[in-house]
């Protein structure tokens, strides 16, 4: 008898304690993630993460340039008024089919390629893939030959032409280099997510995820698992970091 | 010649002399020889640097490669060696004062050393604060796409 009641009060206590834990993980979830994820700022980044996103096309809205416009706002990239050398690191792309008719809309940036054609054929080494994917350009050894604009098959990099005066202390740019989309490694190295798949879930179309395509619990792979996504131009088996779902 | 060296002793001693006074003259008067560049210090109550002065003098620009290459390609993000943070400290928020003026931090001694740095072709050389251009960057538009052009498919910019 005595046995019992010892029990249940134990019990009664395991339920208490486990109802206190669940409000405390309810009440801050953010706290809990951001402590678990967050790399201190003295620590280099690793393989054992891949950073990617993943576009839903049949979300992106045709006419609308919600995470272009971000995307040069984050990176002070600003119109010299001449738009055939301007440099743009993300623009939407309209795809037709001339059979059917059907349009799809879908923003195209550097493709963070595990291959990347533009590390290959660079002469100084300036661009290069980080550990965790991102592919970039080191402007400090750039000589600005622009090789990697002609290597890499998805146009995304662009040539500094003019002095940049507009520019911002995380994303250092200037005239005689190379440069494109950085998936804004400078908001990823602190717990960050890009500007273009903040500002799509900011417009409500939802249409990008970005996130660890090594982690199978994160929200782009479980995505990706369920509903798969395809590369840009995967016969040339660079497996691209971007994926795009609906081409 | 007795005399000959009387009289040098005499100049000897009065050319020591005037030394004397001349330098003590510097020393009450508290001035810096005037060949020297002045370094603005930081303004924002901050009286060490991350190291002694005497090696920032020395070695900045061995920290400061270092942290770029730690930077870029692994992204190390700490503050200390950051050339973001000189800027911060040295240079006052909202100054008018550009890199090339010789009150700018970097430029008062890189002018007189006669040193070219292109670190502010790219980088800002002054503090950013919170985003001065994000209501003023004039978004550029998307112009041509040599994407996928396939016998069935069109592509093209919206």
Not at chain 2, 141 to 151: R, T, W
Request: proline share 5%; hydrophobic share 35%; with cysteine.
């Amino acid at each position: 008898m005595n046995k019992t009641e010892t029990v249940n009060i134990s019990r009664r206590s395991f339920v208490e304690k486990s109802a206190t834990a669940a409000a405390a993980l309810t009440i801050a979830p953010g706290i809990f993630l951001n402590q678990v994820h967050a790399k201190p700022a003295a620590e280099a980044v690793t393989d054992a993460k891949r950073w990617g996103i993943l576009v839903d096309t049949a979300k992106c809205a045709s006419g609308c340039t919600s995470c272009v416009t971000a995307c040069h706002e984050e990176n002070g990239i600003a119109s010299h008024g001449r738009p055939l050398t301007d440099q743009q690191w993300i623009r939407k792309v309209k795809l037709k089919d001339k059979q059917t008719n059907h349009v799809v809309s879908l923003p195209v940036m550097c493709q963070h390629c595990e291959k990347p054609p533009c590390v290959d054929v660079c002469p100084t080494g300036a661009s290069f893939k980080r550990d965790d994917g991102i592919v970039l350009v080191d402007r400090h050894i750039c000589i600005g030959c622009r090789y990697c604009m002609m290597a890499c098959p998805y146009k995304a990099r662009s040539f500094a032409h003019e002095a940049v005066d507009n520019v911002v202390d995380y994303q250092p740019r200037g005239k005689g280099t190379v440069e494109s989309c950085t998936m804004c490694v400078h908001r990823v190295d602190e717990d960050g997510t890009p500007a273009c798949v903040e500002a799509c879930t900011e417009a409500e179309h939802g249409a990008m995820i970005f996130g660890d395509l090594k982690d199978p619990e994160s929200a782009i792979s479980k995505e990706l698992v369920k509903h798969g996504g395809t590369q840009l131009r995967a016969d040339l088996g660079l497996n691209t970091g971007v994926r795009y779902r609906g081409i | 010649m007795l005399q000959i060296k009387n009289l040098m002793h005499k100049t000897i001693i009065s050319l020591a002399g005037i030394a004397a006074i001349a330098f003590s003259a510097f020393v009450v008067a508290g001035e810096k020889p005037s060949f020297a560049p002045s370094v603005p210090h930081p303004t924002n109550g901050t009286t060490e640097c991350v190291e002694p002065e005497d090696e920032m003098k020395k070695n900045h620009m061995e920290y400061l490669l270092h942290q770029r290459d730690a930077t870029v390609h692994e992204g190390v993000r700490t503050k200390t060696y950051s050339l973001k943070e000189c800027i911060n400290c040295h240079v006052p928020e909202n100054t008018e004062i550009r890199f090339g003026d010789d009150k700018h931090f970097c430029s008062s001694c890189h002018n007189y050393a006669g040193v070219s740095i292109d670190c502010f072709q790219c980088h800002m050389d002054r503090p950013m604060g919170k985003n001065p251009h994000k209501k003023t960057a004039q978004v550029v538009l998307p112009v041509q796409s040599k994407l996928a052009d396939a016998s069935t498919t069109g592509a093209s910019n919206e």
